[in-house]
């Protein structure tokens, strides 16, 4: 059995296009990570994960793969690759990249010769269906980007499925030797000495053989699901990928798991069924979402959040959790969850002590822990994401007001985690990203919230995370306490217990801009504490009845049984 070391450890997620470029061009390349390598072991992490640095035309930031086994030359070579793998391993830290098996590129050689005709050896490497009688699509789902998940192809006078773009085909999972191609690629990596990868919307492998249609009602971007979600095979096809290459190594994987509930999530993570280590789920993603699904301008609730992560809690006790607040897909945290204005830096240090002192994996992604925020783009024709984009004209066709659509596209869109890291607060320097053009606009925030400045302030977010990080290393009940919920009723805060060892943690985080008041558990107080970690000052030594709570304040303390 391999050791579980991705347990012990915190991620920090790299978009390779925005964290540092090298050489000028406007895109972050894989010498700008290396250089920034330092920045990171400060910082403390112990594995990066690279959004996909392979051959693709970038119709979906990388997400369509052209060539899995070269690197896309925007970003270096192989031999950078291996020098920066090289480095991060003196430091030892692990890097994990993504892996994107669901589909590829439609310039990907597979595709090309697949679609020539219904008789070559890649024929069936993707999903092939004849049309209806009248010509139509073979069934009525529709594609997470917009329009048909069908395309139709008159040199074979059939339609290839794409959950997603057009220029997306999904893979045949069915065919073996689709498998037996993916298990080569996925060992010539670790045999480079990869650690790990993170499995893009993997639970979408296996489909239903009778392509049934989507009732009415489901949203038609995900109308997929009813046949492509925790598929008739998927467990089959990643047990047979754990026992055919990741059991020979010692690496992690995380899988991306849409549309996937806490009891189908811990068959994925339990360990006896030899698949995945920890899958991202949705489900805390979603407490703010509208009509059009994300873009919406709806305020998550502080009970809704309660209840989601204190159900992966208890549920995935055997299996393993991820925890993450935002990612490329996601909106900035502090802006989502927190509050991004006068209470910006102690929202974002609340935000990290509520994830950070649960069970599982924490994911840091870039900039969160500078505490970066949404970005009010000069005009929709700066967004460059291809879901902002097909929104947009949707909610528009729709005759929602400019408000509206404009304040749901600045509140979720994904570019907000796309835009330059800043380095530093120089506009003249390109903020330390690049001193050519960038390839997305730079926030406008950059000038005061950038690393430069908060690598000179010792009570900065970024030192919080570094004390956040280095705690999980002190203190074994951060990794495997048991977590139960406290307070449920309580509206603006959020606090929880864990227990290990004859240890007790204690975890307060308040989530009002308000000062606000907490209940202590009856067994604890008066019980001596240790302060672990906090964003305001606390002398307490001892737990009183009731805490009295700053605006958005956070604080860990440790009793002993």
Not at 17 to 29: I, P, T
Not at 56 to 76: A, F, H, K
Not at 206 to 232: E, F, I, L, W
Request: charged share 25%; hydrophobic share 30%; glycine share 6%.
């Amino acid at each position: 059995m391999a050791d579980a070391w991705w347990k012990n450890s915190v991620v920090y997620q790299i978009y390779p296009q925005s964290f540092k470029d090298s050489n000028g061009d406007g895109v972050g390349d894989l010498n700008g990570i290396k250089e920034k390598l330092p920045y990171l072991h400060k910082l403390g992490i112990d594995v990066i994960w690279l959004n996909p640095i392979y051959e693709s035309p970038l119709v979906d930031n990388g997400y369509d793969i052209s060539d899995y086994e070269r690197i896309l030359s925007i970003y270096g070579t192989m031999e950078d690759f291996q020098e920066l793998l090289a480095e991060a391993h003196k430091l030892e830290i692990k890097i994990i990249l993504d892996l994107v098996v669901n589909h590829t590129s439609d310039k990907h050689s597979w595709f090309i010769e697949s679609r020539k005709n219904k008789n070559n050896p890649y024929s069936d490497y993707y999903i092939w269906k004849d049309p209806k009688p009248d010509g139509s699509e073979p069934n009525n789902w529709g594609s997470t980007f917009g329009g048909s998940a069908w395309e139709y192809v008159p040199e074979r006078n059939q339609y290839y499925l794409h959950c997603f773009a057009k220029e997306q085909p999904d893979l045949n999972w069915e065919n073996p030797t689709v498998r037996q191609e993916i298990q080569k690629m996925m060992t010539k990596w670790f045999d480079l000495g990869i650690d790990g990868f993170r499995m893009d919307v993997i639970t979408l492998i296996s489909k239903r053989q009778d392509y049934p249609d989507a009732p009415g009602g489901v949203p038609y971007t995900k109308s997929y699901y009813v046949g492509a979600s925790n598929g008739p095979r998927v467990h089959e096809f990643l047990h047979e990928l754990n026992q055919e290459v990741l059991s020979r190594y010692n690496v992690m994987t995380v899988g991306e798991a849409p549309n996937t509930n806490s009891d189908q999530a811990l068959q994925y993570t339990l360990p006896e069924n030899e698949e995945l280590n920890m899958v991202f789920h949705f489900d805390h993603m979603h407490l703010d979402y509208g009509r059009y699904g994300k873009f919406s301008d709806i305020r998550f609730k502080v009970s809704d959040l309660k209840s989601v992560l204190t159900e992966w809690q208890l549920k995935l006790e055997k299996g393993w959790n991820s925890l993450y607040w935002s990612n490329h897909d996601q909106p900035r945290a502090v802006t989502r969850f927190g509050d991004d204005g006068e209470f910006r830096v102690q929202s974002a240090k609340m935000l990290a002590t509520l994830l950070h002192m649960m069970k599982g994996t924490p994911y840091v992604f870039q900039g969160e822990e500078l505490g970066m925020k949404n970005v009010h783009f000069d005009s929709v024709e700066n967004y460059k994401d291809i879901e902002t984009k097909y929104f947009y004209e949707l909610m528009k066709e729709n005759g929602e007001s400019s408000s509206y659509i404009n304040n749901s596209i600045y509140l979720k869109s994904r570019d907000n985690a796309r835009t330059p890291f800043p380095w530093n607060g120089n506009k003249e320097e390109g903020y330390g990203f690049s001193s050519g053009n960038p390839w997305i606009q730079y926030s406008p925030d950059n000038s005061s919230i950038n690393a430069e400045a908060c690598l000179e302030d010792s009570n900065s977010i970024f030192y919080y995370y570094q004390k956040l990080i280095s705690l999980r290393r002190d203190y074994p009940i951060i990794i495997h306490g048991k977590y139960e919920l406290i307070n449920e009723e309580d509206s603006d805060v959020f606090s929880y217990v864990r227990e290990y060892n004859k240890q007790i943690l204690l975890i307060v985080c308040s989530f009002s801009k308000k000062p606000t008041t907490s209940q202590v558990p009856s067994k604890l107080i008066g019980r001596q504490v240790k302060h672990l970690i906090g964003n305001y000052e606390s002398e307490l030594k001892q737990l009183p009845k009731f805490f009295e709570l700053k605006p958005f304040e956070a604080q860990v303390f440790l009793i002993e049984q």
